[in-house]
């Protein structure tokens, strides 16, 4: 009886413990300016991001906004990152390696994220052709405070803090 008790109890604890972590879903996601890019300065005016379907709009209505990296710039991998800071309404983008099933949760309500789905990449390394699966979350900052990302792969389970200032 006393074994019976304790599993419940564990049981119990680790599923209020896990509650709080929520699935992000996946989209189809545009990162554009928030203002039409032809009076843009800085790449690093101010982004939002955008579903697909309001995207076509915008460029059937002749809105310009698309954002566009540097030349060379490549998001950097979610899972070699160990924190994120940015401010409210910042934009960051990671990228995420789905060669593997993975899953992307987020605990906290300071960040909003946006993730995309699945694509596939050919390139080319040392000769030969490399075939790549990897997927873009957006993070952008909502509020001052505090959240967590959990990416959860077979191989591992990571939980990245992100702190909006």
Request: charged share 35%; glycine share 6%; with cysteine.
């Given at each position: 009886?006393?074994?019976?008790?304790?599993?419940?109890v564990?049981?119990?604890?680790?599923?209020?413990?896990?509650?709080?972590?929520?699935?992000?879903?996946?989209?189809?996601?545009?990162?554009?300016?928030?203002k039409?890019?032809?009076?843009?300065?800085?790449?690093?005016?101010p982004?939002?991001?955008?579903?697909?379907?309001?995207?076509?709009?915008?460029?059937?209505?002749?809105?310009?906004?698309?954002?566009?990296?540097?030349?060379?710039?490549?998001?950097?991998?979610?899972?070699?990152?160990?924190?994120?800071?940015?401010?409210?309404?910042?934009v960051?983008?990671?990228?995420?390696?789905?060669l593997?099933?993975?899953?992307?949760?987020?605990?906290?309500?300071?960040a909003?994220l946006?993730?995309?789905?699945?694509i596939?990449?050919?390139?080319?390394k040392?000769?030969?052709d490399?075939?790549?699966?990897?997927?873009?979350?957006?993070?952008?900052g909502?509020a001052?405070?505090?959240?967590?990302?959990?990416?959860v792969?077979?191989?591992?389970?990571?939980?990245?803090?992100?702190?909006v200032?």
């Amino acid at each position: 009886m006393e074994t019976r008790l304790f599993l419940i109890v564990s049981v119990l604890a680790l599923a209020i413990g896990c509650s709080s972590f929520r699935a992000v879903d996946r989209g189809d996601w545009r990162r554009v300016y928030t203002k039409d890019a032809s009076t843009v300065k800085s790449l690093d005016a101010p982004q939002e991001i955008i579903t697909r379907e309001k995207y076509e709009e915008e460029l059937a209505n002749d809105v310009r906004r698309t954002w566009s990296p540097s030349p060379g710039w490549s998001a950097p991998w979610l899972l070699d990152t160990e924190e994120i800071g940015l401010a409210p309404n910042e934009v960051m983008e990671f990228r995420i390696d789905e060669l593997k099933p993975v899953e992307v949760q987020v605990k906290g309500d300071a960040a909003t994220l946006f993730w995309g789905q699945r694509i596939k990449k050919d390139e080319w390394k040392d000769g030969t052709d490399v075939t790549r699966r990897e997927s873009t979350l957006f993070v952008q900052g909502k509020a001052k405070g505090k959240a967590t990302i959990r990416i959860v792969t077979e191989d591992t389970t990571k939980d990245i803090p992100v702190t909006v200032k």
